[in-house]
């Protein structure tokens, strides 16, 4: 059997972002608004100054104004809160979005409801959650976005087929299940109590990971000719000392079984900035009713 097909999400965010970056231009032009995206990042972790500083640099990449608000690890939940009414209020902010992990002295759940639903590009407001969940438009999480638009690509449509998505958490798993159940998949959920996962695995004509454990799931579990959505980012240690990126997916024996599989780093990972810009684009879009942005 030949290796599976290599879904590049490298390859495929760059041409999304010209697309967004042509949108852009088009609304500067025939409207004169310039979608704009804020960030605001609350402390000094490392991982989280390099994915504010990434989304900056592409805001503005696509013509987009991008506003950085970073503040210290000792901030008042309060004056989180004021800056988020703020730009709720700013015309020229259409997304906002709250970089997580906030420290521990913060409530999560109240920093994602402070933000207005229109504005949530992060897809997390309880709001968005349920359109989703009710089949309506609804901004939607970047990474199952990011996800579900690589497996089109590659699958064309996408209804009747089995589609297993383990992991269940807010942020993936279930946004994930969501979209899948949109487009007519047959939709198991996975989680750390289900049982006999690997067989569970076998039925799925699409297997989306989003666990969180380095290379957990095995070539073995997958059927053959499957399409494999890694979203997993894992660091491990090397016996040299050095460090290596790997997904929740063991890449060496899935690519000998499944029929095409995104690989760690370069497949979902450079999807969810692009799945951010285009959900300001459609935000601003809808916040100035124009017509709705097709993606
Ligand atoms: P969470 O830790 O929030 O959720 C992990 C899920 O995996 C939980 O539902 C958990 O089940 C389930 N799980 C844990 N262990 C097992 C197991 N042994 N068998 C079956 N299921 C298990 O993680 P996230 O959803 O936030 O992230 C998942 C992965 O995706 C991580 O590697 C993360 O780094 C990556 N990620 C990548 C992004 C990207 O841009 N590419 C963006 C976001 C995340 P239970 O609910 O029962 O505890």
Redesign the pocket.
């Known amino acids: 059997m030949t290796d599976a097909k290599l879904i590049d999400g490298t390859v495929f965010s760059g041409k999304l972002r010209e697309t967004i970056a042509s949108r852009v231009a088009e609304m500067k032009g025939k409207h004169r608004i310039t979608p704009g995206l804020a960030v605001v990042l609350v402390g000094e972790d490392p991982a989280s100054q390099v994915y504010v500083r990434t989304k900056g640099k592409r805001t503005v990449e696509t013509g987009m104004n991008s506003f950085e608000h970073k503040l210290p690890a000792d901030t008042p939940e309060d004056s989180l809160l004021l800056l988020i009414d703020s730009l709720n209020k700013d015309p020229a902010v259409h997304g906002i979005l709250v970089q997580l992990p906030v420290p521990k002295h913060i409530d999560t759940q109240k920093v994602i409801e402070a933000i207005d639903p229109a504005k949530d590009v992060d897809g997390f407001h309880p709001v968005n959650v349920g359109r989703l969940a009710a089949g309506m438009d609804a901004l939607v999480p970047?990474?199952p976005l990011?996800s579900l638009l690589l497996l089109k690509d590659n699958l064309g449509k996408l209804g009747g087929l089995d589609a297993v998505v383990?992991?269940?958490?807010?942020?993936?798993?279930k946004p994930m299940a969501q979209l899948l159940i949109r487009e007519s998949c047959t939709v198991t959920i996975?989680?750390?109590?289900?049982r006999d996962?690997p067989s569970v695995v076998r039925r799925a004509d699409i297997v989306i990971?989003?666990?969180?454990?380095p290379e957990?799931i095995k070539g073995d579990w997958i059927k053959p000719g499957a399409t494999v959505i890694d979203?997993?980012?894992?660091r491990i240690d090397l016996p040299d000392g050095k460090t290596r990126l790997v997904?929740?997916v063991d890449f060496a024996s899935a690519v000998k079984v499944a029929g095409a599989i995104t690989p760690v780093p370069g497949?979902?990972?450079p999807?969810?900035i692009a799945c951010l810009l285009r959900n300001t684009l459609v935000a601003c879009a809808r916040q100035h009713n124009l017509p709705e942005v097709e993606f």
């Open positions: 970047c990474t990011g383990i992991g269940r958490s807010n942020i993936v798993g996975a989680h750390s109590q289900t996962l990971a989003a666990v969180g454990r957990m979203v997993g980012i894992n997904g929740d497949g979902v990972g999807m969810t």
